[in-house]
Structures are given as C-alpha cells and as structure tokens.
C-alpha cells in the first residue's frame, strides 16, 4: 500500500462519493457558499463565468485596470471573542475595495481565498462578505477554499479607471498643497475599545456608531472618485493609521507637512485618530482646493476636513507644531 | 492612557521612525520584498503603477478577463519538512497560474498575500514566487503582509483571453469527446512520497524528476492555449488528482467517461496517479482529436495523451470497465 500522498491535515480521500462531492467536502461548500455570494450580487453577465470553473471569466474593463489584495486575519485584524466571523468577512472585502478606491479607482471583481480550521462557521463568514460585496457593487466572481489553524481571509479586487485622468497615488503631493481627510477618525479604534470594555462615552447612539465603525468600517468610493474628478494630487487611506498613513503619502511625494488639526470621531480620543487606522477615511492632498469643495458638494457628499498643508522639508512634519510621530501600526515579520 | 486599540498578536506601535519604516516593520519588509520581485520581473511598463501604493494600475487586457485564485497552506499544501519556503512560494503561484491557463487564458499579473509567523525567511518564500513569476511571465504587481501563526500565501492571478473564441470551460464537453491529458500522472505524489523516505524507484535521475515535480511544479500554460484554439470542448487543470477533477469536468458537462488507461510518471503507482493531485497537467475533451493533436504539433508541445472518451450517461463514469471512484484530495471543513 503506497503511502499517503500528502500531508492529512485537514483533508481526506473523498472515496465513491455523489457527484456534487460529500456533505462537508470542498466541492459541496463551494457550491453552498457561492449562493450566499451569489444572492447578494444577481447572477453573472453575459458570456461571464463566475464561481465554479478554473478561472472566471469577466468583460474587459474600458479604461486602465486597478489590482489590489488585503488580508485579515483571525487574532491579528479581528479578535473573534468581539466581532463576528461576518464582521471579519465585511472588513477583508471592503479593506480590499477601499484600496482600489484609494487610487479614484472603481472595484468591478473581487477574489477570495477562505482559509479556515474544520467546523468555521463559513456560512457567517460569507453573509458578512456578500453584504460588503452588495453594498460595494462588487460581486465575488471566485475563490479558493483551504483548511488551516486560524482563519485567514484574502480578498483580491480588480477595478476600473475610467476617462484619461491619472490615478491618484501616493507620490504626487507638492508642498503648498492642502491636506485633507473625507471624515472624523479614530471611530473604529474607539469601538474596539467599547468593545473590549475599557470605557464608555455615556452616549449610546455614539457607542453604537463607533462599534459599528470598527464592526463594519465603509469604503470611501465615492469620495475617492471625486477627488480624482477634482485633479487631487495625491491619496491614501487610512488603514494603519493617520500618522503612518500620512508618513507613508509624505515618503512618497518627498514632501513634509505641517498639520493644524485632525478631526477626532465623537467618543473617539486623539491617540486614536492618529494611529488607530482601519477608519478608511482617505486623505488627500490638492493644489486646487476649490475644485475639491466644488467637486463634493456637486456630488452630494460629505465636505472634506481640511488638517493642513505640504512643505518642501521632507524631514519637517508636525501637528500643531510639534514633530508627529510616526505612530500606527505594521506588522512585524522580522 | 487609552487601552491599545487592537489586538497586539504581532503588531506593535512603530514610534518615531526613519522614513522607510522601522527595519523588520512592514514597509521596510515590503520594499525589500518588491526588490526581490522585482528582479525577476523586470520595470512596470509606461504609467503603470506596481508594488508600493494602494493599488497596482495596468493597462487593461485586449479581450476578456480571466481571474483566479489559489492559496497554499503549510502542512496543508506543503510539508515544510521536507520541502522549503521557496517551493510553497512557487507552487502558489504556479497553481494560480495554472487556473487560468486551464481556461485557454494568458497570465498577465499576480497579487499576493504572504501571512507568517514573526521570523519567518520571507525572503526565500518571495524567491521561489520570483521565479516562478520569471517562469510564467506573470509579475507580482502588488501584495499585502500580515503576520499569522501559520505560513498562508493567496495568490490571486489576472489573466486575458485573447480573440473571440470562447473560454474552455470544465462545462463543455459532450458524448463522444475523446478525453486526453497533457501528460503523467503521480509524479507529485510520488516525490513526496520519495521525499517522506517511503521508498525509492532504484533511478537516482527519475527520483530526481519526482522530486522536482513536487517541489516545482509546471503549468500548462502553451498546452492550455494551443487546446482552446484547437476547439477543446472542455478542460480542467489536474490540481487535486485526476479522478475527482475529472468527475468534476463530467458534473459540469453532465456526460460519463469511460477511461482505457491512465498514463502513470515513471516511478510513480497508479494510485498516485489517480488520485495523488498537484500534477497540473491538463485534461481535454474534445470532438476533434486531428486538431488537437495538429496545433500541439504546430507548437512542438508533447503530444496529448488520450486517455477515453465520454459517454451519455452521467453516472456512467469507469476505468478498464470498473467504476472510478472520486478519489483526490477535498479540504474538509465542517
């Protein structure tokens, strides 16, 4: 008898088995799981191939192509004894989006890896998906399905730049230009913070935004696309953290900065606004301020804060004066 | 003092830092690793946007989009005893690769995500995705890092289908088709099974070729193409072994097979080669044997191997006579 051929961890030889695969193989929760993907995101265009086959199949966008992954994982991105497998779910697909719409970008597809010890309750996992998926316009067109010690979510997002209009990087930021951010920050660090029972605000309606904040963070697609409609000159979100976030876009502009405030979510303190991240809020930098204003109330959305401006000192960044540190958060492998 | 707004498995405050990142810090790591990458694959083309920003920006494909992905597990997908980082890096990539090569496409860019524990050697697990992204012609644009208790790289691979034929699907094929496959089986599981000290074939050089067919793994990528502009009803890449990926191209076509014999690697059973998996070759069927075999002469490829044909009736499914179980490898998760 020849040996087994690879590692058993989690697997096992299917044997004769019904043609849609056993109750609990891959192959029958594939089928299961992209039904709650699919419920959320109608069925497939014309001549496209979704979940099930090696690959899919997708139209070709009109315009450039924006690639973007992101990976949460159980104990590092979500502690499980505070938020739901769907909440983690939620937060791997829209952190994915949110980078496609950190360049002005549009996310047309998402890919997810779901990597999960035997008895995960995938079904959670993905509801969570499929409402991010929904809410973002984003159908989940494929995957991969694996067993592993600890829940580890990858979700890849193709997207579109449409029109001639650059993207809007990190790197384009001149000194002079304003600083702005699309909304108040620290609300998804104050909800973990809810969460974990370290303090109130004595405000209940203002408990419940920030859990929700850090629960189920929003992408900020439509601020971004308005941005690159307004010639912004450079962006990012902010996933790790203002400071590091804004070191980040400074790095890559070769400018520095002088911040005269940051706007703090209610309930929020400022530590957190500055380096607890996953807010998603995105910061952008422009020369033409006007345009920005302009470009946000023609659209309907919420009117950009602005915390400051760029200097040509790449060494001089400050808020308020005083050097800011580069605080937030990176993983850390070495 | 505010409570740390997550949770600290393997993350930590950077404070006042250089620019680049604190060294071991995820920035500093990443643009180390776009180095690695980098090297392999040559510059980003003119206004395209790689590693380092939000997002990745590419042109976008002539034709349709092909999209797939595929994670690797260590001691799921690899046994990292026996093989090493480098290894899993390439057969991540490869098998993503591999996806969309089973669908007729051109790979065009890989996203990855590398979850490890603190200390791991990312360096050699980048190599070994280096070379296999030199290998296909398909550079790693973009990517995220995050630390996990477990080695878990996603790779997730866009890809073109060039022209208006269609995409070969696993859905295709109808009764009569001869089934062929690119070529022998087992040779992964038998290398591993090498590897593991089971027993050797007395054959220093076809141990050699075991062991490299389960360490570095090949994608069929001219295969693929050649069998779609020959017509090829249907395809499936053989990634879990060959029985259960081939009742899984019957499911979808609804027909049955019947197989006269299964080419087996020198050096490995025919238990691994029905059932052994992770050889990537590619199963075919199709209603014109002449052409097939005509373009893959055209191309100088390997000629394919007939194995059968199918059969009307779906549950009719044998080799030699004798029902073929649906045996290979099923993550099992609840």
Partial sequence: MPPKPRPAVGRSPTG??????????????VAHLAQILGAASGPAGPGEIWIGDDAAVVGAPEGRLVLATD???????ADLSLVGLGDLGWKALTAAV?????????????????CAPFGTDLDALTAGMAEASARWACPVVGG????????????????????????????????????????????????????????????????????????????????GAAARRAGAEAMIDVSDGLSIDLHRMADASGVGFHLDSVPVAPGATRDEAL????????????????ALAAVYAEEGLRPPIVMGRCVADRGDRRLKGDPLPRTGWEHRLG
Avoid: K, N
């Fill in 71 to 77: 990976a949460a994982v159980a104990g590092v991105h």
């Fill in 144 to 223: 991969d399905l694996s067993t592993a010690d600890q829940v580890v979510v990858s979700v890849a997002v193709s997207g579109v730049l449409e029109g001639p209009s650059p993207p809007v990087t990190r790197a384009g930021a001149s000194p002079g230009d304003l600083i702005f951010v699309t909304g108040p920050l620290g609300g998804s660090a104050a909800g973990l913070r809810l969460l974990r029972g370290g303090g109130g605000t004595g405000d209940s309606g203002a408990e419940e935004a920030l859990v929700r904040a850090h629960r189920r963070p929003e992408a900020r697609l439509m601020e």
């Fill in 98 to 114: 949110s980078d496609v719409g950190a360049m002005g970008a549009r996310p047309l597809q998402a890919l997810v890896t779901l």
């Fill in 275 to 290: 380096s607890g991240g996953e807010d998603y809020e995105l910061v952008v930098a422009t020369t033409d301020p006007d």
């Fill in 16 to 29: 004769v088995a019904d043609p849609r695969g056993e109750p609990g193989g891959e192959d029958a929760i």
